[in-house]
């Protein structure tokens, strides 16, 4: 039976990334996933915020133009608020592009990557994969996701409060429009979340999500029903493709770690719980999570798993958890068109401005080995 030090449970952006840093460090590691190919399977629309570009090295060629306009609209679709920034705060991302560089890298760091492998099962530092496989790890670390096989099997906390999404993606004709983002608050499409069409002048990306339970017809007829009559929507000049998946929006989980392995990215909670952005945070997370694993590997101390803390980090959530509540109490379209009615005044502007446009990143952590876990900043989507 082979042996490694980490083994990795999926090979999206939090666990390539996390693999990464870990063989930067010179430890051996294995990244699985039942995916066979990276381009299967993508639940995230790939918008990438302004700090995270700035902050990580990603490949220009695989981002789409600036998008500096967000429009939000109330269920009648009628006089929008407009919000626009001197400065290029998303772009939209080739995530087959972004997660094969990302896999490349690894592998550059020594990491094996396998694909088509799924993952059984931990017992002790045994981990089963597939029908005759297994791998003696020292380690694992959970980034298959929002319902995470890997957090239950380790004991740690699991994700309860999930919205589900359906996006569309199709490439559109180019022209002399200026980029934007339309974000529609309508519980009758999107109960306790919003719909969204973002249009870089390559591809249109038009999406729903919410609370399943509250989804008359589920989530992919609600789609469809949206993209009908979304704001800002182009004609697809290509194949359309769709996406969807569970978003969890609870915050940070507390308990993240134990001595056989942690969570990282979407198994960890690492989602914005306001506006449900998820790429910034497993980002970051995962520098931290690497220091981490590779202090407790050379150091054997438990300690060093107690920096590693949900606790901690949810402390910088408690204003995006209640407003994660107010929005989830919005189910009526006349208290939808209140709230945008709010969204219009200096105060309420500002408000937005903040938190589509601010400078803040969650979490950001810095860590120098062999010192305590670092401070940790305010959030941002």
Known sequence: ??????????????????????????????????RR??????????????????????????LGPGVRDVLLYP??????????????EYRVADMPGVYEHARRAAGAAGVQVRLGVRYEG??????????????????????????????RDLGL???????????????IR??????????VLDPRVAPGYLGWVIDDGRHAHIGVAGYQRAMNGGVKRLLDVFAATAPGRSEPTGDVERRGGPIPVGG??????????????????????LTAGGLDPCLRLSE??????????????????????????????????????????IRRPAVAEAAVAALRTPAGRAAARRVLFGDGSFPDVTVRLGSPVSRVTSARP
């Open 1 to 34: 039976m082979p042996s490694v030090d980490v083994l990795v449970v999926g090979a999206g952006l939090a666990g390539l990334h996390t693999a990464r840093l870990l063989g930067q460090r010179g430890l051996s590691v294995v990244v699985v996933d039942r």
């Open 37 to 62: 190919s990276l381009s299967a399977g993508i639940r995230t629309t790939g918008i990438f915020v302004r700090r995270t570009l700035e902050d990580f090295d990603l490949p220009e060629h695989l």
């Open 75 to 88: 269920p009648s679709r009628r006089a929008p608020v407009r919000l626009s920034s001197e400065r290029d």
């Open 122 to 151: 931990v017992d002790g530092n045994v981990v089963r994969l597939g029908r005759d496989d297994a791998v003696r790890a020292r380690f694992v670390v959970g980034a298959d996701g929002a319902r995470s096989a890997v957090a």
């Open 157 to 171: 906390d699991v994700n309860r409060q999930l919205l589900v999404g359906a996006e569309i993606v199709h490439p």
């Open 174 to 183: 180019p022209g002399d429009r200026r980029p934007a983002f339309h974000c």
């Open 252 to 273: 940070i989980l507390r308990r993240l770690a134990c001595p056989r392995g942690l969570l990282v990215g979407d198994a960890a909670g690492a989602v914005s719980p």
């Open 288 to 329: 931290l999570a690497a220091d981490v694993v590779v202090r407790y590997l050379h150091s054997g101390d438990d300690a060093v798993l107690r920096q590693y803390d949900g606790n901690a980090l949810r402390q910088r959530f408690r204003g995006r958890l209640a407003m994660r509540r107010l929005l989830a109490g």
